[in-house]
T-cell receptor
Framework: AQSVTQPDIHITVSEGASLELRCNYSYGATPYLFWYVQSPGQGLQLLLK??????LVQGIKGFEAEFKRSQSSFNLRKPSVHWSDAAEYFC???????????FGTGTRLQVFP | DADVTQTPRNRITKTGKRIMLECSQT?????MYWYRQDPGLGLRLIYYSFDVKDINKGEISDGYSVSRQAQAKFSLSLESAIPNQTALYFCATSIPVGSSEGADTQYFGPGTRLTVL
């Protein structure tokens, strides 16, 4: 069965610092992988996605993620965090041809000035 | 992005009441989903629909029902609300089959915050 683990419930960083949010998945084949962001009081917005090809994926708002098959990971990164990045971040995995996503429990990012 | 709308945005109701949450989309997507979000649990799938005649249970469908009135409308009902159904509910859509974007990219509405007293 598919599963997604986001080991960090809450992360705090200073504005301008680099960021890495961890995501590990369990799936028997190559999955679809997603990162979504949820700002306070808002719905989820797609940051980036991996389907195939280049394992380093660029997304919106300066985010990127790298698919590492050997580690079953899809960590999200940003070189310099802005105060507006404070939000909750969800990693999700989808099995090909099923059209359902399994979400992680989320990582809440707090940014200090 | 107002392509996926949910009504109401907030609702307070009492135990035992019937309540309906509505979702409409203008994206022309075939597939629609209902999730609930609880702190520390992420999003969990309640029901999903691949077209008007195809409705499927998700992982936590007990206590809920749905209706796909048209391609653009997907409603979630709580026949007899209970306090542990207090949560944030999201509707989502995904792209049509065969789209060049690839499957499984889901687009979310703004959510409905439901409180059951």
């Amino acid at each position: 069965a598919q599963s997604v683990t986001q080991p960090d419930i809450h992360i705090t960083v200073s504005e301008g610092a680099s960021l890495e949010l961890r995501c590990n998945y369990s799936y028997g084949a190559t999955p679809y992988l997603f990162w979504y962001v949820q700002s306070p009081g808002q719905g989820l917005q797609l940051l980036l996605k991996y389907f195939s090809g280049d394992t380093l994926v660029q997304g919106i708002k300066g985010f990127e993620a790298e698919f590492k098959r050997s580690q079953s990971s899809f960590n999200l990164r940003k070189p310099s965090v802005h105060w507006s990045d404070a939000a909750e971040y969800f990693c999700a995995v989808g099995a090909r041809n099923t059209d359902k996503l399994i979400f992680g429990t989320g990582t809440r990012l707090q940014v200090f000035p | 992005d107002a392509d996926v709308t949910q009504t109401p945005r907030n609702r307070i109701t009492k135990t035992g009441k019937r309540i309906m949450l509505e979702c409409s989309q203008t994206k022309g997507h075939d597939r629609m989903y209902w999730y609930r979000q609880d702190p520390g649990l992420g999003l969990r799938l309640i029901y999903y629909s691949f077209d008007v005649k195809d409705i499927n249970k998700g992982e936590i469908s007990d206590g809920y029902s749905v209706s796909r009135q048209a391609q653009a409308k997907f409603s979630l009902s709580l026949e007899s609300a209970i306090p542990n159904q207090t949560a944030l509910y999201f509707c989502a859509t995904s792209i049509p089959v065969g789209s060049s974007e690839g499957a499984d990219t889901q687009y979310f509405g703004p959510g409905t915050r439901l409180t059951v007293l």
